[in-house]
């Protein structure tokens, strides 16, 4: 019932910010919680962050606080992750996932690649 659609990546340097978009098709969004996993090249996939569907509630890897933000337009039908002050170490292929409860997720985007040079 979702289709999510991730956009925003690229190549920055160190310390530099992105924001990643996540474009969800799809009925009842605002009823669907949200995250943002990663996954670099030889490591099992990452919880990034999480928000509830009203985006009152958020969560994070504690490695994660005070650099990324997670948000939501539900009347775009979006969520965001705003990545502040990042690292070499983040550098991975960013997806998103929806569900109708916290864990697990039914339905997952594509992923976009982020990379931050050294």
């Known amino acids: 019932q979702v289709q999510l659609v991730e956009s925003g990546g690229g190549l920055v340097q160190a310390g530099g910010s992105l924001r990643l978009s996540c474009a969800a098709s799809?009925?009842?969004?605002?009823?669907?919680?949200m995250a943002w996993f990663r996954q670099a090249p030889g490591k099992e996939r990452e919880f990034v962050a999480h928000i509830s569907p009203s985006g009152a509630s958020t969560a994070y890897v504690d490695s994660m606080k005070g650099r990324f933000t997670i948000s939501r337009d539900n009347a775009k039908s979006t969520v965001y992750l705003q990545m502040n002050n990042l690292k070499p170490e983040d550098t991975a292929v960013y997806s998103c996932?929806?569900?109708?409860?916290?864990?697990?997720?039914?339905?997952w985007g594509q992923g976009t690649q982020v990379t931050v040079s050294s």
């Open positions: 996932a929806a569900g109708l409860t916290q864990y697990p997720y039914d339905y």
């Open positions: 799809g009925r009842a969004f605002s009823r669907y919680y």
